[in-house]
């Protein structure tokens, strides 16, 4: 049973490019969570979703940012326009039940220049 | 403002003894409460979990204590061993479903 998957690994973005980070959750998992994490900084909250819906969204910045999680595919977070400080790592974690453990990918680091 | 916070930033222990890991947390309505090691470029991973209504539980060679009274979370960790060298976070619940919120995070480096 693979983990959860998130790619790519690495991406590297200019400012004002558009940044999509992909995150196949565990099987069997339909809740998934996309966190943000600073250097030497704890994981910050951004946003929760069910297949087709957003459940929670209360962590994520009002304009540029947007995520989905379709009936078919992967989760999407998308950031449009980035700037630098957009620059970190993105993690996506996913639970079967949508209450206590998640499970997390190995994140996707977005480097903006 | 974050409403879980760590004691200490930085842990220093040798190969063999025991680690205590402590973390506050300040959500009276939070009732789930989780730790995580993360070690260098890889995502958060789940070392154990402990629910409000107890305030001990053992897994291999870690323990977690909940004292709700002081609204206060530790990790015990028997035995340190090199592969132990990771940053650690408590994460809880808020009384929410499923949004963890994380701490900043300790650094346990283990000599051997």
């Known amino acids: 049973n693979a983990g959860v998957m998130q790619n790519p690994r690495h991406l590297v973005r200019r400012r004002g490019q558009e940044a999509r980070l992909r995150c196949s959750p565990m099987k069997g998992h339909s809740h998934v969570y996309w966190y943000r994490q600073l250097p030497e900084e704890g994981l910050k909250f951004m946003v929760y979703l069910q297949k087709e819906n957003i459940i929670d969204e209360s962590g994520m910045p009002k304009e540029r940012f947007s995520a989905e999680f379709p009936k078919e595919g992967p989760s999407i977070l998308r950031i449009q326009q980035v700037v630098r400080g957009d620059s970190a790592a993105y993690f996506c974690?996913?639970?079967?039940?949508?209450?206590?453990?998640?499970?997390f990918g190995s994140g996707t680091q977005l480097s903006v220049l | 403002g974050e409403s879980v916070g760590l004691h200490l930033p930085t842990l220093s222990v040798q190969e063999g003894d025991n680690s205590i890991i402590n973390c506050a947390y300040s959500?009276?309505?939070?009732?789930?409460f989780i730790w995580y090691k993360q070690e260098s470029g890889k995502g958060p991973q789940f070392i154990i979990d402990?629910?409000?209504?107890?305030d001990k539980r053992q897994g291999q060679r870690v323990t977690v204590l909940l004292n709700k009274t002081v609204k206060h979370l530790s990790l015990q960790i028997a035995a340190t061993q090199p592969g132990d060298s990771a940053v650690y976070f408590c994460a809880e619940n808020g009384g929410s479903q499923g949004n963890l919120i994380f701490g900043k995070g300790t650094k346990l480096s283990v000599k051997p």
């Open positions: 402990i629910r409000s209504n107890m």
């Open positions: 959500n009276s309505a939070s009732d789930y």
């Open positions: 974690a996913s639970s079967p039940t949508g209450y206590e453990k998640l499970f």
